[in-house]
């Protein structure tokens, strides 16, 4: 419990100081954090909408083909995604994400928050949207997931709204 504790201490970091905020990540290095969640956010909307999903639903079973080839492209993914949390937080916290309890507390953290915006009346949406992503290759996935973040920040910032999610991409270089 105290090595939990000490995660959630150091992953406040991330909200840290006004230098830290100024700090971004690349595509490459968002789609490794992305990858990182997917496999939960696929297991967790498989739980919430289960009861409005047909039971071959891809997302349905926590073991299915598809969420077992996102975990393994997530357990690939995690060494990028580590550095990027540090690229964003502060060295100090590299330490804190060499812990077997790091990687599951930061999921805990994220998943409930983006699954937890899902209306239940969109999970037929969701899961035909998973459905149509299934072909694609993980990474290509996060990238999609990427490239979408970054047009929703730049089309709130273009109707003067504050961009959602906060996740702070570098810009593009041409």
Known sequence: ?????????GLALLAGPAE???????????????????????????????????SASLIRRADSPLIVRYQAAADRA??????AIVQLSDPAVEMLLQSDYA???ITSVVVPQIVGRIDLG????????????????????AS?????????????????KAAVPQLPLCPVQP
């Open 1 to 9: 419990m105290k090595g939990v504790t000490a995660i959630l201490a």
């Open 144 to 160: 999609i997931v990427v490239t979408v973040l970054r047009y929703l920040k730049a089309d709130r910032a273009r109707a003067g």
């Open 78 to 83: 995690w060494p990028d995604a580590k550095a």
């Open 20 to 54: 830290a905020q100024r700090r971004c990540v690349t595509d490459a290095e968002a789609e490794s954090l992305a990858l990182v969640a997917l496999p939960e956010i696929l297991r967790e909307t498989g739980r919430v909408c289960a009861a409005r999903l047909p």
């Open 122 to 141: 969109d999970c037929a949406t969701v899961d035909r949207l998973v459905t149509q992503l299934e072909p694609l290759s993980p990474r290509n996935t």
């Open 103 to 105: 990687r599951p507390v």
